[in-house]
Every structure is written in structure tokens, then in C-alpha cells.
């Protein structure tokens, strides 16, 4: 055989095989995305606070703004008014107390906004539902504290609050690294008979959530490093049209960033991640912020696709839900 025509021969099955990737991934042969966006509002209605020059470990409670409403996070009344103002998903944290039970709080001490001592898992849930969690807000240095008295009684049990509001969706957070504490979750879940009506939701450290996905194949369960191991094995075989395993029953990350790289963007990798039991968000990192990035103001929706219906990490769902209710009715 001619050298010539093996040449025209590997030129032409080239052309067939990028041909075949292209219609693979071409986004124009998919279903355009249907319904509306859907909103995790982070730790319901809180008091929102500076992060300027923030640290890991700087205490939150002292950088709040000056308060726009009465709500502090992680409580029933705060959850509430998040769905009320049109929260899909509403994202909640907890640590495992010594009487086994769940304790619905974001911090791992409780130095910074209570009036209690230590490490928030070291207490009994009795010993934490006395504390005062409104004790430690000021946004004037310490001159006053708004809250101080107000938020006697309000850390809630997890059990509580799933019973609270039994058909809605949350999205869990567990705050350690261990992965007994996914058994410990399962468990409670289960002889409780909580989580029946909608899908268990969790993200947290890489230990538990692994333990977890095993425990729970069908719950949307993700970690950091989880997220990070999907985009890159997405951008590496996702052309074939298969969907790594760590993109599945996920939150896949989007960022704005690398809609170019991302095979099949939009409508393509859109039903992709759909179709793999995962949920879809789309993160501005243009933005200069840190993790997901969250929606504070209206003007900061203009990242977004205009028909975009994936998931967007909301700081003032209180603004943002009643905005978008507007614009979209």
C-alpha cells in the first residue's frame, strides 16, 4: 500500500472521530434546559457579616452588618422565613452531641456566639438548648450586642427541624472529618424515620461523605475534594460522553470560567449531570471570592445564563428570592 493513501486514510478517520466527538457533545442536539433555578439559601435568613480579610477561624459574630432584620441563623424561625421568601434548598450545619442526638449550629465552639464554653460536640444537646446564641453579635466593636437574650433556647435539634418542615429539602453539612460521624447520621436518620419525603442532601469533609456514599449510593452527597476529583476527570474523559463517578449523585461545579473546557456546554452537559442524579451549580470566580461563591445583591445574578436552571448559593435569600420571583412571574 501506498504511503500516500495510508496518509489520506489516517487523515480521513481522524476527521470521522472528531467528527463523532462533536456531534457527541454538541450542545445544539440536546434539550434545552427546562424550569427555574434552584435556590440552597445558606443557613437561612442570617445576619450577614464582612469578610474582609477574614481568617478560617475569626469569629463572624463580631463583623456583622447592622442588622436589617431580627433572624439568626440555623434556627426554625430563620429556616422558615427562608422558604417563605423562596428558598428551593436550605443549607443547615450540625455536630453529633454527647446524648446522641444532632445539634443544629454552625460553629465548632461555642466562644463566638453563645454564652457557653468549649467545642460544640463535647455538650449534651439539654446543656445547648439553654445557651444564648444571639449572645455574641455586635457590629459596633462590642458597644452593643442586639441579640444578647434573644436567642435563649433557639439551637434546635436536627430531628426537630426535619419534623418542622417534613416535605421541604435541605442540604446538610457535617462539620468534622470523621467518618463515624456519617454512620452516626445514617443511623439517626433511620431509627427516626426522618428524610422520607425528599432526598437526603450532605456535603462535608472527604472522610464521611465517602462513608456516606456507600452507605446511601442514592443520596446527592459531595465534599471539596469530591467536586474538585469530578471537574477533573470530567475534562479528561467527559468528551466520551461518560460521567465520572465522583460527578454522580453530586454537586457538579461549573465555574464560569471554564464553560469553554466543560464538554457538551450548555444543554448537553447540563443533561448530563442530570441524567447522573446530580445537580448542576454555576459559580462566578471572576468574582475574586473564595469556595462557592454567594449571591449577596440582584446585580450579582449577571453571571448567570438567561435560561439557567441549576442551583445558586444564596446569602440574602430574603433580596434575592422576592427578586427573582418578580423578574421571572
Not at 446564641?133 to 450586642?145: N, R, W
Not at 442586639?146 to 430531628?159: I, N, S, W
Not at 418542622?164 to 424515620?193: C, G, H, T, W
Request: hydrophobic share 35%.
Amino acid at each position: 500500500m501506498k504511503r500516500s493513501t495510508i496518509t489520506r486514510g489516517a487523515a480521513l478517520a481522524s476527521l470521522l472521530g472528531i467528527g463523532a466527538i462533536y456531534l457527541l457533545n454538541a450542545s445544539w442536539l440536546a434539550r434545552p434546559p427546562m424550569g427555574k433555578p434552584t435556590l440552597i439559601s445558606h443557613r437561612g435568613v442570617y445576619q450577614t457579616y464582612s469578610r474582609d480579610n477574614l481568617e478560617r477561624d475569626d469569629c463572624t459574630a463580631v463583623r456583622i452588618y447592622p442588622p436589617e432584620h431580627d433572624y439568626l441563623e440555623n434556627t426554625t424561625v430563620s429556616i422558615e422565613a427562608a422558604f417563605s421568601h423562596g428558598a428551593d434548598i436550605v443549607e443547615i450545619d450540625i455536630h453529633p452531641t454527647t446524648d446522641g442526638e444532632f445539634a443544629v449550629f454552625h460553629d465548632w465552639t461555642l466562644e463566638c456566639r453563645t454564652n457557653g464554653e468549649g467545642v460544640t460536640r463535647e455538650h449534651t444537646m439539654e446543656a445547648l438548648s439553654k445557651l444564648d446564641i444571639g449572645y455574641g453579635y455586635t457590629f459596633d466593636g462590642g458597644k452593643t450586642f442586639p441579640f444578647r437574650a434573644q436567642g435563649v433556647g433557639l439551637m434546635p435539634t436536627l430531628e426537630k427541624i426535619l419534623r418542622s418542615f417534613p416535605n421541604r429539602q435541605f442540604l446538610i453539612n457535617i462539620k468534622s472529618n470523621d467518618s463515624s460521624e456519617a454512620e452516626k447520621l445514617d443511623r439517626y436518620l433511620r431509627e427516626r424515620q426522618l428524610v422520607k419525603n425528599t432526598r437526603l442532601m450532605v456535603y462535608g469533609g472527604a472522610n464521611p461523605i465517602a462513608r456516606l456514599r456507600t452507605l446511601r449510593p442514592g443520596a446527592l452527597a459531595f465534599s471539596r475534594e469530591s467536586v474538585k476529583r469530578c471537574a477533573l476527570n470530567y475534562l479528561l474523559i467527559g468528551w466520551s460522553g461518560y460521567v465520572p463517578e465522583d460527578c454522580r449523585n453530586s454537586l457538579v461545579i461549573a465555574p464560569n470560567t471554564w464553560h469553554w473546557a466543560l464538554w457538551g456546554w450548555p444543554n448537553r452537559y447540563i443533561d448530563r449531570v442530570t441524567q447522573a442524579g446530580s445537580m448542576m451549580m454555576v459559580v462566578d470566580h471572576r468574582s475574586g471570592k473564595q469556595g462557592m461563591p454567594g449571591i449577596y445583591l440582584p446585580k450579582e445574578l449577571a453571571y448567570l445564563p438567561g435560561d439557567y436552571s441549576g442551583a445558586v448559593w444564596i446569602e440574602k435569600i430574603e433580596v434575592i428570592g422576592p427578586y427573582l420571583k418578580a423578574h421571572q412571574d
